[in-house]
Structures are given as structure tokens and as C-alpha cells.
Nanobody, 122 residues
Framework: QVQLVESGGGSVQSGGSLRLSCAAS?????MGWFRQAPGKEREGVAA???????SYADSVKGRFTISRDNAKTTLYLQMDSLRPEDTAMYYC???????????????????WGQGTQVTVSS
């Protein structure tokens, strides 16, 4: 059983920064960050593949950066210039079945963390 543990969420003011971390119990080629705000659908925020290629939602391009450590078992999401609309529960996800490219399609991920809350006030 794969375990994913997110950390780093919190409350910040608009324009601030947060860095989310996700500790995984195993290596996987494909990992990603998703978020879901109350009353909204889950959104694929960013994804990374084994070669380091990345994919971002248009809403976060230029503000968020996804990365992973050399052992590829810890995933990060650096979030800068945060906005109130970034407020959501953020989830880390890992895929053991999809390895081709960085995908923000939630259906391609088979393991999920419990989530960490990010709240941005104006």
C-alpha cells in the first residue's frame, strides 16, 4: 500500500507564499498536485513526470512550481503570489500505472493523500 502524506498548508494573505510537501512511501514516475474548493470540482494544479517535465493549470502558471527531490519520493509545490481563489484543499497524487508524460488527469492517478488546507485571505 502506497502512503502519501502532505504538509505545509496554512493561512496566508494575498500575495504571500507557501510550500507544500508530499512524502511518498515509494518512487513513482508520475506525481501531481490537485485541489478542490467547496462547491467546486477537483482541479489538476500541476504534474511532474520522471524526466522532470511538468504541466500546469493555466490558473497557476508563472506562480506555482512543482518539483521533486533526487530520490523522487518527495514532491513539492512552491506557491507564490497566492490569491484568494487559490483557497482549497490540496491533494498529492501518485500514479503507478501511468508513466508517459506529466498528466493532470485525476483518473490516471491511483493513490491519493489526505490533503492539506490552503487558505488565502484578501
Amino acid at each position: 500500500q502506497v502512503q502519501l502524506v502532505e504538509s505545509g498548508g496554512g493561512s496566508v494573505q494575498s500575495g504571500g507564499s507557501l510550500r507544500l510537501s508530499c512524502a511518498a512511501s515509494r518512487w513513482a514516475a508520475s506525481m501531481g498536485w490537485f485541489r478542490q474548493a467547496p462547491g467546486k470540482e477537483r482541479e489538476g494544479v500541476a504534474a511532474i513526470a520522471s524526466g522532470g517535465s511538468t504541466s500546469y493549470a493555466d490558473s497557476v502558471k508563472g506562480r506555482f512550481t512543482i518539483s521533486r527531490d533526487n530520490a523522487k519520493t518527495t514532491l513539492y509545490l512552491q506557491m507564490d503570489s497566492l490569491r484568494p481563489e487559490d483557497t482549497a484543499m490540496y491533494y498529492c497524487a501518485l500514479s503507478t500505472v501511468f508513466t508517459s508524460w506529466p498528466t493532470r488527469d485525476a483518473a490516471r492517478y491511483n493513490y491519493w493523500g489526505q490533503g492539506t488546507q490552503v487558505t488565502v485571505s484578501s
